[in-house]
Structure formats: structure tokens, C-alpha cells
């Protein structure tokens, strides 16, 4: 399950989409839980499962979603430039 966890961090690095890289970042935080769970430390996987899982991937995807509707960095930076 470690190598499952390191090779799914990897996905969320290498990808540039962040729509793909939240989606990857869920999926992390559900390896990181049924790890935790392996380790016979449930609390910890539930209170991962809540955060890593569903919450910060939410949060994220607001917070591009936002990004996106103002242009983003990219617009900014082409106004900076003209």
C-alpha cells in the first residue's frame, strides 16, 4: 500500500491540469487513510479521510474554480506586459 501511496504522489506532481491534480490529491488522501488504517490508527485515517480526502480537494476546487472565472495568473500577467 506504501508503493500504491508514493506512486499516486508522484501522479499529483508530474500532472499539470489542476482539476487532474485535485482529483489525484483525493485520491492521496484516500491511500493516506487506509494506510493510517493499516497501521491500527483509526482516528487518524477518519480525521484523514475528512481533511485530506474531502475537504482540502473542495476548498482547492473553489479556489481554481475562482481563479478561472477571473482569468487567472495568465490574464494578470498579459495585462502587466501590454
Known sequence: MLLVTGAVATLVV???EPF?????L????LC??????LLEAPDV???QLG???IALPFIVLLAVSKLRRRGG???KQKAAQA
Open 73 to 75: 495568473p495568465k490574464k
Open 51 to 53: 481533511v485530506g480526502a
Open 20 to 24: 487532474q491534480q485535485v482529483m489525484g
Open 14 to 16: 508530474a500532472t499539470t
Open 45 to 47: 485515517a477518519l480525521a
Open 26 to 29: 483525493s485520491l492521496y488522501g
Open 32 to 37: 493516506l487513510s487506509v494506510v493510517f488504517f
